[in-house]
């Protein structure tokens, strides 16, 4: 190099070190990878099994459960047990330790027609108010011989502390979970009735002697809330009625609107009897509706408005074996239901109990979360035509660390569908929560059909679809890490179109971010 000319550099560079530094900016172009995803309606459709039926192409199988028919209301404990009154003389006067009132009895349930002979109380109390009628503190014992935990019997004895002229009302409340009733009798021959004893006395720790200061003991003892875990007798010839309830009823979560128009379908109603007492179930009513176009269809089967036959569960030791009953829905609308992509279910059912009557001498029995519940199961082969069916994926996405000086951003989505259909994608900007911050504009969103050979193989396309980003857009991508990604699907014209397990749509983006640069 010549040494005048590097002189001259020399003393630029100088120059420009010596002065001021000014501020220089340019853009620059990067392209990097943004994420990289396969659909399929595997995939797409993930709280549904997929199966690959006996022509080879994909099936959905659903196992949903309509509904679970309690039968808390088999035996209703009335709370009302005992109320006791006592008149006497408002002179008396007792030593300490005196008993002077004492009462065995036999108290009967009202549940009629139906006849316990057991109860296993998973919840419930004993309720007890008393009214001490003496200036020293009274010891009252309550006893159920018949009600047992852990092989003792239910006893229980209460200080009632000194009573005043004002008559105050001391109460009391006692846990009765696990404990067990025979309701048999003294004998074992009865049903509904267990026996009781109460004793009244002056507590032994009394300072003195007692003397009455009104002329009325008043004693009162309720079961409350008794949620039963067992029961078990005769239930009777009794009938239940239940609804019309509503319930969320959602076949395919991910499909979000659109016709969906099955070649065929089979499905299967399936009701558990968990109970052991013979059924005769009627469904007066069962419809689909979607909340979201406001349409809804009842189901018409034979079995609608029909008695059906359950016959009992069994129990052995504390293990129940329900009954399963199947019907066929095949002769039914359950495709066109299905079309309705249904979110909610009306049903209304009648329960009718021991139709030949006591032909288990007295052995029903009822276990606690073991209901009659009704299920369906549904085998949809993916043969169908479709137009605008929407369905819905939410991803992550990975971006470089340096994004700070990034400006705007240039999106390219390549799309290989290898499905026998169009799709047009439609992309979201989502929070960590899934929310959605702001939709992705694009002018031409639409990736054509894959191109069908024959029924079982077909050719992917290739579609490129460029989404340019405003500088509001760009930050919303650069600062968050979700994206949601809507496909809409159309088959050409009403015929069906079968779907395989190797059908999928390929999307890979790749982002040019802008970047500016400065010196």
């Not at 009202?110 to 007890?128: H, T």
């Not at 021991?354 to 073991?370: E, K, M, Q, T, W």
């Not at 479709?386 to 819905?392: A, C, F, G, N, R």
């Amino acid at each position: 190099m010549n040494v005048k000319v590097l002189l001259f550099f020399i003393g630029i560079f100088s120059l420009l070190t010596a002065c001021q530094r000014v501020p220089f900016a340019w853009d620059v172009d990067v392209e990097a990878p943004l994420f990289k995803t396969e659909l399929t309606f595997s995939s797409l459709l993930s709280d549904s099994m997929i199966a690959t039926n006996s022509e080879q192409y994909l099936s959905l199988i659903i196992d949903k459960e309509l509904f679970a028919l309690s039968t808390d209301a088999i035996a209703e404990i009335p709370d009302s047990l005992f109320e006791f009154k006592l008149d006497f003389d408002d002179e008396l006067e007792l030593n300490p330790g005196d008993l002077f009132f004492f009462k065995n009895e036999k108290q009967k349930f009202k549940i009629e027609p139906v006849e316990l002979n057991y109860l296993k109380m998973k919840q419930g109390y004993l309720s007890f108010q008393f009214i001490n009628p003496f200036d020293q503190p009274i010891e009252i014992t309550y006893k159920i011989p018949a009600a047992k935990k852990d092989g003792i019997s239910f006893a229980e004895t209460i200080t009632i502390p000194a009573g005043d002229a004002k008559g105050h009302t001391y109460t009391k409340r006692i846990a009765l979970n696990d404990y067990f009733l025979d309701m048999r009798g003294q004998n074992h021959n009865e049903s509904n009735v267990f026996s009781t004893t109460l004793s009244v006395k002056i507590s032994a720790d009394a300072t003195g002697t007692a003397h009455s200061i009104t002329d009325k003991l008043l004693i009162k003892i309720n079961f409350e809330e008794i949620r039963p875990a067992y029961l078990k007798g005769y239930f009777g010839q009794i009938s239940m009625a239940y609804g019309p309830a509503h319930l969320d009823f959602t076949l395919l979560k991910e499909i979000q609107s659109g016709t969906f128009n099955l070649e065929k379908c089979s499905g299967q109603l399936t009701l558990e009897n968990g109970i052991g007492a013979d059924l005769q179930v009627r469904l007066s009513q069962l419809q689909a509706g979607n909340s979201r176009t406001g349409q809804a269809i009842d189901f018409q089967s034979p079995i609608m408005n029909k008695s059906l036959n359950i016959t009992r569960g069994a129990e052995s030791g504390n293990t129940v074996h329900p009954s399963v009953s199947h019907f066929d829905l095949t002769n039914s609308n359950l495709a066109q239901i299905i079309s309705l992509l249904p979110d909610r279910l009306t049903y209304a059912a009648t329960l009718n109990f021991n139709p030949l009557g006591n032909v288990s001498a007295g052995n029903d029995f009822v276990y606690d979360g073991h209901p009659i519940r009704a299920k369906l199961h549904l085998d949809l082969p993916l043969s169908f035509a479709v137009h605008d069916l929407v369905l819905q994926k939410n991803i992550s996405y990975e971006l470089g660390k340096d994004i700070e000086r990034v400006r705007t951003a240039t999106l390219h989505l390549i799309a290989d569908n290898g499905f026998p259909f169009s799709a047009d994608i439609a992309l979201q900007i989502l929070n960590d929560d899934d929310t959605p911050l702001l939709s992705i504009p694009c002018t031409h969103n639409s990736v054509a059909s894959g191109n069908l050979v024959h029924d079982g193989e077909c050719t992917p396309h290739t579609s490129v679809i460029t989404l340019q980003l405003d500088e509001n857009t760009t930050q919303k991508l650069l600062h968050n890490k979700r994206l949601g990604i809507t496909v809409t699907f159309n088959t050409a014209g009403e015929s069906h179109v079968r779907i395989y397990d190797h059908y999928k749509l390929n999307l890979k983006m790749t982002s040019d971010f802008t970047y500016e640069m400065e010196l």
